[in-house]
């Protein structure tokens, strides 16, 4: 076989409504929008938007459906875990698992407004 895979390009999740994510994304997990921030081109109200996460790439799309629980997980890296999970669930953020501690990490599973599944993540 010749494909010889060397990054993962960008991370992608599909979403309804592109104001309601945005704000999730942006205000409630604090991610910064990136350089791609636009109406993809010849499909009106379709929108494309990255943020950037260290060398990694995520990005928020209305232009294909949410599979919900059975779609893509993403783990965001945080500083404190604790912290963060109290904080999304004040932001009244849907929690899947609160914390599952395992041998190497601690991880929290929670859901965004479309139900992609997203791990909240803290090495020991």
């Known amino acids: 076989m010749s494909i010889k895979i060397s990054e993962v ?3 992608g999740y599909p979403v309804t409504d592109i104001t309601r994510s945005r704000d999730f994304y942006e205000r409630i997990l604090g991610l910064t929008v990136g350089e791609i921030d636009h109406e993809v081109p010849g499909m009106p109200g379709k ?3 990255e943020y950037e996460i ?3 790439t995520f990005a928020i799309s209305n232009t294909w459906e949410p599979a919900k629980q059975a779609g893509p997980s993403v ?10 999970m109290d904080d999304l669930k004040k932001e009244g953020v849907k ?17 965004d407004p479309d139900g992609n599944g997203i791990m909240i993540h803290k090495r020991h």
Request: charged letters at 20%; aromatic letters at 14%; one cysteine or more.
């Open 47 to 49: 929108f494309w938007v």
């Open 75 to 84: 783990a965001f890296e945080v500083e404190d875990f604790k912290s963060a």
């Open 95 to 111: 929690i899947v698992a609160d914390c599952i501690d395992t041998s190497v990490c601690r991880i929290g599973v929670i859901e």
């Open 54 to 56: 260290g060398s990694q």
């Open 9 to 11: 390009a960008f991370i």
